[in-house]
């Protein structure tokens, strides 16, 4: 649930993101398809709560209707409550709370894979996968980037953490971390950037700006377009794709889907760190940048 400037804004947005969410799958090896469902607000408009209930249960028809071939779960701007009302209308709903028999919120999952990428990038750069003396900076702390600031800490590292909400300054102060603006934030002197807030930043104008070896997060379509992929590759950046990274949330769902398990869950997440070092290594052999192999390895698995 967003708000966007008009319908092609935002159908747009559900194009890429349903795209993003096919590669995925794929790189995760789910058997799960690549669908993603967006709930468009207008800009600067609050929902009451009796709007944002009706929102959700004419989200809930739109899954039904479609009879299992897609399945819902919480994403940006909705919650394990708000999953809780599209089930009064559809069962083909995840991500419900542990009392309802679901596995609740999915970014602690989606914070832990990011972990393990950052930890798999800096392994390749740097030659060590500790986070101890590290300096990175975390762009957007909402559930995902909270999470991932905190995690990054307690391996050791000096964080640097942004958000457009001033009221996450707090966040900064008890994780002992220096705030700074999303906009400054793109040009932290730091070993890893972690962006977790909305994507489309990475673009000609934001890539000569950059002062970091290595950028790994968990926000969805980082590149303006695949061509940025290139820019990054030839100012000597690693970066690592973004539907890689951010796998957590969407491998502990088809956990749940099969009789969940939180333990298989977390070491089935864990091992995005060896999906990007393998990803690592064709791009190197292949002469190609890390996003055109995890898209190759896509395929592959797509076809197969």
């Known amino acids: 649930m967003w708000s966007y400037d008009d319908s092609r804004s935002a159908l747009r947005d559900v194009l890429r993101l349903s795209r993003a969410m096919t590669f995925k799958a794929a790189v995760a090896d789910l058997s799960l398809g690549g669908g993603k469902g967006v709930i468009m607000t207008l800009p600067y408009a609050r929902l009451s709560s009796e709007r944002r209930h009706a929102a959700l249960l004419d989200f809930a028809d739109t899954v039904e209707a479609l009879d299992g071939r897609y399945i819902t779960a919480e994403d940006v701007g909705t919650s394990s409550r708000d999953m809780k009302v599209i089930a009064e209308r559809t069962q083909h709903v995840t991500g419900l709370s542990r009392q309802r028999g679901g596995s609740g919120d999915p970014s602690p999952f ?25 300096s990175a900076c975390v762009v957007g702390l909402g559930h995902v980037g909270s999470r ?30 220096r705030w700074t603006t ?13 962006p977790c807030a909305l994507g489309g930043f990475l ?25 940025v992929a290139d820019l990054l590759a030839a100012r000597g950046i690693l970066w690592a794709p973004d539907f890689v990274v951010n796998a957590g949330g ?23 760190a060896d999906t990007l070092l393998k990803i690592f290594d064709e791009a190197q052999a292949m002469g190609v940048t890390p996003l055109t192999a995890a898209m190759e390895l896509a395929r592959r698995r797509l076809t197969s």
Do not use: H, M, W
């Open 203 to 227: 673009n000609e104008e934001t890539v000569p700006q950059l002062c970091t070896p290595v950028i790994a997060g968990a926000a969805n379509n980082q590149l303006a377009d695949d061509a």
């Open 148 to 177: 991932v600031a905190g995690r990054l800490a307690r391996q050791g590292a000096k964080l640097i953490v942004a958000d457009v909400d001033e009221g996450k300054r707090r966040l900064a102060e008890e994780l002992d971390a």
């Open 182 to 194: 999303p906009e400054l934030a793109l040009e932290a002197q730091v070993d890893v950037l972690v």
């Open 250 to 272: 969407l491998i502990n769902i088809a956990e749940e889907l099969r009789g969940y398990d939180a333990a298989v869950a977390r070491r089935r997440v864990r091992g995005i």
């Open 110 to 134: 989606t914070a832990l894979g990011v972990e393990y990428a950052v930890r798999a990038s800096c392994e390749r750069v740097f030659g060590s996968a500790s986070l101890r003396g590290r």
